[in-house]
Structure formats: structure tokens, C-alpha cells
């Protein structure tokens, strides 16, 4: 007897298939990662490509390949990530606002600012701050972009977002960092993402910020889509072969 599992979908991959999320069914329980996304390639051969290159992400961690799915887990599958440079509707009554637990990671689709940001990580004993800041540039190539929407798997990104910070602490002791991400529609020169970092010295407050602009880059569910007069394109890992799964220590 055939069971079925809830699949979240996101960005060009939810468009490309017509649905937010699946109630798939499956033959039994449990299957593993590629498993599933064998069965989804077959059911929806249009996406094929896309599934394929796509990793799951099982309880909001990803997996991989051969991790097996257990009925009553929440999965999604996860397009290559935008670069971090839906969600809640836009039209919502409220705004999407949402903060991890120590206060140091936020989404939301409010104007962000950068000193907002920067004042979570200042400390007595520390020497050196900075912070990075991405905003809507207008000219890509020869591409002019009107804006951008972004979109995210909200509690996975905060739950990526808290893994580059313990990682940060472990690589670079007595570092501090909050991070700050959009969501929603980002207009022209506004700022779509503030990652701030403060360190004793000022060679491992760069070397730091560097690392966790790479880390959401690469791991963090966050999609943006470049809308441009006459088209959009939802923008992923440009690359290479994408691998958000945890970096051997």
C-alpha cells in the first residue's frame, strides 16, 4: 500500500514543477535521498535536470544521497542556492520577520541595517570590526536589473546561518558575528544581506567575515530571482558542481 510524503519546493524548481509542495507518493518507508528524487525525475521529467542537481534536505539539514527518509520527516528539496549577494507571500498582512534564538541570525523582509547589525558583535576586548554589506546593483554584464526578489527555506537558513557562526567560533576563537538576510522584493541599492564580524586582531576579522560570506554562498537555502524589463531568471550556483553538504573537518 502506497504511502505519501509532503515535499517542499522552492524557487525556479517550484515554477518549473507549478506547486510550493507535493504530496508524493511512495511505494514505503524507509527510501533514501536519491530514491526520492529518482521517483520525482520520473513523475516530472520537465525537471529532471534540476531535481537531479538538487539536494534534499531532511528535518532541515541536507542529505545525502544515501540517507534514508522515514515517514513523518519533513523534506524538501533544494535547488542550488542563489549566492546570498517565497517565503511568507509578499502581500502578507504582517511582515516577515524572523530571529534565531540567540538573536544573532535574522530574516526578514524589512529594510535591513548595517548598524543594526554591527552592534550585536562590538566587544570591550575586541580591536577590529567590520561589516559586509550586499545591495541591489543595477547593471549585471549587459543586463539591467529592475529588481530583486528573494526567496528562502526560512528555518534552514537560520538553523545554515547558526552552523557558519559555531564554525566560526571554532576556526577563529573569540570571534563574534551576526548575520542579516532579505527577503522579499530588494530594490535598487538596497541592502540584501549584512554580515557582521569583530575579532581581537584585524587579520582574523577579515579572514573570518571572508569566510562566512563564502559559507552562505554555499550552504544557506536562500534564492534570488533578477527581474529585469523584459524577463527574470532565478539565480543559483553558477560555479561548478554544488556540494552544500558539511565541509571534513
Known amino acids: 500500500m502506497k504511502s505519501n510524503i509532503q515535499i517542499l519546493l522552492f524557487a525556479g524548481l517550484a515554477e518549473k ?65 542563489s549566492g546570498g549577494d517565497g517565503l ?7 511582515p516577515v520577520h524572523h530571529v534565531s534564538a540567540d538573536g544573532m541570525c535574522v530574516i526578514s523582509a524589512l529594510p535591513l541595517s ?32 529592475v ?32 548575520i542579516s538576510h532579505r527577503v522579499g522584493i530588494v530594490d535598487i541599492g538596497e541592502i540584501s544581506v549584512v554580515i557582521a564580524v569583530s575579532a581581537p586582531h584585524r587579520d582574523t576579522c577579515y579572514t573570518a567575515s571572508r569566510y562566512a560570506i563564502e559559507e552562505l554562498k554555499r550552504s544557506v537555502p536562500i534564492w534570488k530571482k533578477e527581474v529585469w524589463a523584459d524577463g527574470s531568471q532565478w539565480k543559483g ?12 573537518e
Open 147 to 178: 529588481t530583486l526578489e528573494y526567496e528562502a527555506y526560512i528555518p534552514m537558513a537560520l538553523a545554515e546561518m547558526q552552523k557558519i557562526i559555531t564554525q566560526m567560533y571554532k576556526l577563529w576563537p573569540g570571534t563574534s558575528c551576526a
Open 88 to 94: 511568507e507571500p509578499s502581500d502578507a498582512a504582517e
Open 17 to 81: 514543477i507549478g506547486h510550493q509542495a507535493l504530496d508524493f507518493p511512495v511505494e514505503q518507508f524507509p527510501l533514501t535521498a536519491k530514491e526520492l528524487k529518482d521517483l520525482l525525475s520520473a513523475a516530472y521529467p520537465e525537471a529532471s535536470s534540476l531535481i537531479q542537481i538538487s539536494f534534499a534536505a531532511v528535518n532541515h539539514t541536507y542529505a545525502a544521497d544515501d540517507q534514508q527518509i522515514q515517514s513523518g520527516d519533513e523534506v524538501a528539496l533544494i535547488p542550488p542556492v
Open 114 to 145: 548595517s548598524d543594526d547589525t554591527l552592534v550585536k558583535v562590538l566587544h570591550p576586548n575586541h580591536g577590529a570590526s567590520l561589516s559586509f554589506v550586499g545591495t541591489t546593483r543595477e547593471i549585471t554584464g549587459d543586463m539591467k536589473t
Open 237 to 248: 550556483y553558477q560555479t561548478g558542481p554544488w556540494d552544500p553538504l558539511p565541509k571534513s
